[in-house]
């Protein structure tokens, strides 16, 4: 009984095929041969798989749908061929090999909108079902209300290369949006302000009230400074991630 399952196939998009549903996950087509091949092999269950583009070194995980790809072909998701830089035809290395069950993952979105979602935490794990495993460095694209969304994979736990989340307990944590950005601190904004009308009425005034105006222009900025924290206080929270378990 062989050990290992290795096998280089030529690849190409499952869009080709017509089964867009299976762009909504990391599943892959592959030829009827590799069921064979894999058992005559001592696999664990569910199978997962590493794929490596041998030209640029790019890997990552997947898991499989069916065996009914043409032989010496798999059919990959459009997302997969774009993280490891492949285009349709070129050659793919495939290897079984198993996963340990994801405890934490680290996710970056793109964009601020799926944080804001009513409910991202139900969308993740509603989606995440399509997914046999995440992989360090990849960008998964999320389908939610006709609208995609491209979250980066950060950190895995407890292997920081790839895990599996088939029937896992999974802790999930957000990092800050890809488009998100720091808010402008109110009160550098009015002690800037404030600075620039001082340098006017300094212009016209003269050099014999100096004291006069910076003595205005602290007091009108400790002033307004208030004014700004308290908007500040019950106004627009800046973003700080958010932590989710998948089974909550």
Not at 3 to 21: A, D, I, M, N, R
Request: proline share 6%; aromatic share 8%; hydrophobic share 35%.
């Amino acid at each position: 009984m062989m050990t290992q399952f290795t096998e280089v196939y030529q690849c190409h998009p499952l869009s080709s095929t017509g089964q867009l549903h299976l762009e909504k996950g990391d599943k892959i087509i592959m030829p009827q041969s590799a069921l064979l091949r894999l058992s005559l092999t001592k696999v664990e269950y569910p199978m997962s798989f590493r794929l490596v583009n041998p030209y640029a070194q790019k890997v990552t995980h997947c898991g499989v749908m069916e065996f009914t790809a043409k032989e010496g072909t798999v059919l990959l998701p459009n997302w997969v061929m774009q993280n490891m830089n492949l285009l349709e035809g070129d050659p793919v290395c495939i290897k079984n090999v198993p996963l340990k069950k994801a405890t934490f993952v680290k996710l970056r979105p793109h964009e601020k909108a799926f944080v804001e979602l009513s409910n991202p935490k139900a969308v993740l794990e509603r989606t995440l079902r399509g997914f046999s495993c995440l992989t360090v460095g990849d960008t998964i694209v999320i389908h939610y209300n006709d609208k995609k969304f491209c979250i980066d994979v950060l950190e895995t736990r407890p292997d920081n290369k790839a895990v599996s989340i088939v029937e896992t307990d999974c802790e999930v944590d957000f990092a800050p949006p890809l488009d998100y950005k720091e808010p402008e601190k109110a009160a550098t904004r009015t002690v800037a302000k404030a600075e620039d009308r001082a340098e006017k009425m300094k212009m016209q005034e003269g050099d014999g009230e100096k004291e006069e105006v910076k003595f205005r222009v602290f007091e009108r900025a400790s002033h307004e400074s208030k004014k700004e924290a308290s908007k500040q206080e019950n106004g627009f929270k800046p973003f700080t991630g958010k932590s989710y378990k998948l089974s909550d």
